[in-house]
Every structure is written in C-alpha cells, then in structure tokens.
C-alpha cells in the first residue's frame, strides 16, 4: 500500500503546484488583470492581440529570445564538445583543468556581471585596454551600451559562463565509450577526423540530446544574464520576453505579463518536443 501513498501525495502535489496554476495563468491571460482596478474582466485575446501588434515591442523581444537560444546552444555545444575532447586525453593536471573550465557555471550571475561589467568597460576595460595595447585602438567599443554589439556581448557571457557545464555532460558521454571501436579504427587506419564522424558524434548522440534540450530550456527562460549585463538596453537591442514580463509586471500589467509567460510555454513546448524528436532520430540513424 506505501507506493500508492506516495503516489496519491506526488498526484497532489503536481496538480496543486503545476496543473492549477498554470490553468489559472491562461486564463489570467485572457483578462485585463492589473494593479489599477479591483475587477477582473474577460477580454478575449486583446492581450495576444498586443503582443503580436507590429506597433509594439513585443515581437522583438520573441525574436533576440530566439536568436540567444540558438546562438547559445550552438555555441555552448561546439566549445564543451572540444573542451570535452581536451580533458579527455592524457594530459597532465586532467582533473585541475576539469574544475577550472567547469569553475564558471557554479560562480553566480550577479557576480559574473559584475566581473564583465568592469571587462566591458569602454574607458578602463579589460577588452578595449587589451586592444589598446596591442594597437588596435580602432576595434575599441562600447560592448554593452552599442546597439551593434550589445546582445552579441550578452551572449559571449552566456557561452562563457556555460559552456563548461556542457562539458562535464559530455564528458561523461565520452568516458562511457568503450576505447575498442577507436582501437579497431586505429587498426583500420582511421584519422581523428573519422573516428570523431563515425564513433564520437554518433555514440555521443544521447549526450547531446540532453544538452541541446538543457539548453534549449535555458535559452528560451533567459532573464539573468540580460538583466544583470543591460536590463533589456540599449533600448530594445537586448530585450528578451522574461525582460519583458519583469517589465509588464513592474507596471502592474499583469494579464500582458501572464500573456507573455503562456506564448513562451508554448513556444518551449513546441521547440522541446520537436528538438527530443529530431535527436533522437539522428541517434537511432
């Protein structure tokens, strides 16, 4: 009989904790809701309405959240699988190397921009003195506060902070390949190319779907990094929809804000289940 009460107690709390509020914010983002009436109206899909009106911000904010995700798990990918690959080999100090690389994604994000604040610095910075230095004055910028360069740089920190936690996934995908098949590719005469093409990245496969779908996750709720580095600005040039529903909210316009919350869901449902789909179809393959 225990399992059925642990059971019956998860079945509480799932429904309690995810089902009725998430059913309350959908329908709260069909309403008016805000701080300055007492009441409560229906109002249909005016909130959506808003959000997809070429007049506003919005879409804007929908379109840098997709091209943060994008970026960040291509990039994130691309360097934890290299790094991955260096720590994986026989070189000294292995496990220092490990804890270093991996020592940026446990350190908060306040502290973090704190840290790239000071680095992107126009006047005094780590970057644009770096370039000083070296003579190249002339690729000297405003990293945070230019509209040309301001998301780019959200993201750099981003990669930077994170990449090292894709590693250690991979990582440990790497170790579970049992050294025979490079041992055969070997006696084949199979270069480091081949077998990263026809060994690595195929057995690497499930390693990979987990984090592409982290990533995807994190990438489509990102609020921190943005928040912390530029608050959404210049502007608009990095404002991203958890920007946004801060912002809405900050107004007292909560039914846009919840409006917003529902598009992302949807949206990180979609791009979830489709992403899980197609790598698993390349793992099978």
Not at 65 to 94: C, D, E, H, Q
Not at 145 to 154: C, E, I, L, P
Request: aromatic share 14%.
């Amino acid at each position: 009989m225990y399992p059925f009460y642990f059971i019956a107690i998860a079945l509480i709390f799932y429904v309690a904790f995810a089902v009725v509020p998430s059913l309350m914010g959908i329908y709260l983002s069909f309403t008016d809701w805000n701080s300055y009436a007492k009441a409560i109206n229906f109002i249909g899909l005016d909130n959506y309405r808003t959000i997809f009106s070429s007049d506003e911000n919005y879409m804007h904010g929908i379109r840098n959240t997709a091209v943060f995700t994008v970026a960040t798990i291509v990039l994130k990918t691309i360097i934890g699988l290299l790094l991955a690959l260096m720590v994986n080999r026989g070189i000294r100090m292995k496990s220092f190397h490990r804890v270093v690389l991996f020592m940026p994604s446990v350190i908060p994000m306040l502290v973090v921009g704190i840290i790239f604040k000071s680095i992107y610095e126009p006047q005094h910075g780590l970057i644009n003195e770096a370039l000083r230095a070296i003579g190249l004055s002339s690729w000297t910028q405003h990293w945070l506060s230019d509209v040309r360069w301001a998301f780019k740089s959200v993201i750099a920190v981003d990669v930077w902070k994170g990449a090292g936690y894709i590693m250690v996934i991979l990582l440990a995908g790497l170790q579970a390949i049992s050294s025979s098949y490079y041992e055969a590719a070997d006696i084949d005469g199979a270069g480091f190319w081949k077998k990263l093409r026809y060994i690595t990245l195929p057995l690497l496969m499930p390693s990979l779907t987990v984090t592409t779908v982290l990533n995807l996750l994190y990438g489509l709720k990102i609020f921190d990094t943005v928040y912390v580095l530029t608050n959404g600005g210049p502007g608009y040039a990095t404002d991203v929809v958890y920007t946004q529903v801060f912002s809405q909210f900050s107004l007292g316009s909560y039914g846009v804000g919840t409006a917003l919350i529902t598009v992302l869901f949807v949206i990180m449902t979609l791009m979830g289940f489709f992403a899980v789909k197609l790598m698993s179809r390349e793992e099978q393959g």
